[in-house]
């Protein structure tokens, strides 16, 4: 049984730059929420996507948007990339009707120069 | 608003020690509370929740009770072994949607 899987494990890119990452959830998981995690702090939740429509979102701006297709996978897309966005990007799968576990893939880390 | 507030670490210990890693928390409502580990080169995974005052969550020797009064959810063991050696989150949600994740706190158990 997969777990979840991102894509790219690494990437560097530069100021204003666009980005997407890519996420396949774990098996029978309709739910993918999007983190962000700079060094040396816990993970700030971006947002939520069920149904592919985004459920909720937390405080970032409109430069961090992001798809659910069909068979669950997600991106997430950064617009106008600052060096601020350097950070690792962790996708959580789970179940909606079961809340409080979440399922992390090993995340994507962004370095933006 | 909520938020978790988690002892800093990094924290050494020798094997067999005890381990007591404290979380404290604010929330709106009534939250959910959880400890997550990150293994080296591993993904957060679950390590215990709990889901109201006074329940105990508990799992690999691992346990953390839900103190309402005094808002906190302290992660102990009583004997660590090298393989605990990993970086430990306390963790809120009040939605089940959105998570709040403490800042992290690095465990190393050497022999």
């Known amino acids: 049984d997969a777990g979840v899987t991102q894509s790219p494990t690494h990437l560097i890119k530069t100021r204003g730059q666009q980005v997407t990452l890519r996420c396949s959830p774990k098996?029978?998981?309709?739910?993918v929420s999007w983190y962000q995690q700079a060094l040396g702090q816990g993970p700030q939740f971006i947002f939520q996507?069920?149904?592919?429509?985004?459920?909720q979102r937390g405080n970032f701006p409109d430069r961090f948007s992001g798809h659910q297709f069909p068979n669950y996978s997600s991106e997430l897309n950064v617009n106008a990339l600052l060096l601020g966005d350097s950070a690792l990007y962790l996708c959580?799968?789970?179940?909606?009707?079961?809340?409080?576990?979440?399922?992390f893939g090993e995340g994507s880390r962004l370095t933006v120069l | 608003g909520n938020s978790v507030t988690q002892m800093e670490g990094p924290v050494t210990l020798s094997e067999e020690a005890f381990l007591t890693i404290n979380c404290t928390y604010t929330?709106?409502?009534?939250?959910?509370l959880f400890w997550y580990v990150q293994y080296p080169g591993e993904g957060l995974q679950l390590l215990l929740k709990?889901?109201?005052?006074?329940d105990k969550g508990s799992n690999k020797g691992f346990e953390a009770t839900y103190r309402k009064e005094t808002t906190s959810f302290h992660l102990e063991k009583g004997s660590v072994q090298v393989s605990d050696s990993a970086v430990y989150f306390c963790?809120?949600?009040?939605?089940?949607?959105?998570?709040?994740f403490g800042t992290g706190t690095s465990l190393t158990v050497i022999p």
């Open positions: 996507y069920y149904e592919e429509e985004e459920r």
């Open positions: 959580a799968s789970s179940l909606l009707t079961k809340t409080g576990e979440l399922f």
């Open positions: 963790a809120l949600t009040t939605t089940g949607n959105q998570f709040y």
């Open positions: 098996s029978g998981h309709d739910t």
């Open positions: 929330a709106t409502g009534y939250p959910s």
């Open positions: 709990a889901t109201k005052a006074d």
